[in-house]
């Protein structure tokens, strides 16, 4: 798990007066909250932010914050960004306390490792759940959910229950649903030769 420290500032001007203010001053306005903290209005450097983040862990790097406040040596995970969308600006930012002792739940991506039987033969291979919900402690959250596919020929199909996770890491389901599968024409090329070869008999 990826760890980071990030100095924010605390911020008097809210609502939307002030938080276009501080964009034109090309600083992010920003709320910290969560258990034993009350909701604090800061202020986030945008290029300290993205390097913040720049980590194998993205949005679930454990950030410490710093600064003059109550929030300075709490940690906290990126909870949610807004990014405008043509400029691409970043425009608001929500950061979770956690508690370095009890789970969470986070998003994680889902990496396909290596190549399968099935694209070797012309298949495809489908990602059908690019992101997982995962619980874990803080300090166990994966970089991304790793699958090995070079066994999976035409027709395979990984469900969430068939994913080796990592230790100390679960995945919530009620249903068995489908993660990775392997996709082709193979099997209809097959009928469509035997066919035409029983009209040509």
Not at 72 to 77: E, L, T
Not at 137 to 149: F, N, Q, R
Request: with cysteine; hydrophobic share 40%.
């Amino acid at each position: 798990m990826a760890e980071t420290e990030l100095n924010v500032t605390l911020r008097d001007g809210i609502g939307k007066g002030g938080a276009r203010t501080l964009r034109r001053q090309n600083l992010v306005p920003a709320v910290v909250y969560g258990r034993g903290l009350e909701p604090c209005a800061i202020t986030v450097e945008p290029k300290a932010l993205k390097k913040a983040i720049a980590t194998e862990s993205g949005w679930n790097t454990l950030i410490t914050l710093k600064g003059e406040g109550a929030f300075s040596g709490k940690v906290v995970i990126l909870k949610d960004m807004q990014v405008d969308a043509i400029r691409r600006d970043v425009q608001h930012v929500d950061f979770q306390v956690i508690d370095l002792k009890k789970k969470v739940h986070v998003m994680v991506p889902v990496h396909p490792v290596g190549k399968s039987e099935g694209e070797k033969v012309g298949g495809s291979l489908q990602v059908i759940r690019h992101e997982l919900e995962v619980a874990c402690l803080p300090s166990s959250i994966p970089g991304a959910i790793e699958v090995d596919v070079t066994s999976l020929s035409i027709g395979d199909v990984l469900h969430v229950e068939d994913l080796v996770l990592p230790a100390g890491v679960e995945v919530p389901h009620e249903v068995n649903f489908t993660v990775i599968t392997v996709t082709g024409h193979k099997a209809e090329g097959e009928e469509g030769a035997a066919e035409e070869e029983a009209e040509e008999a």
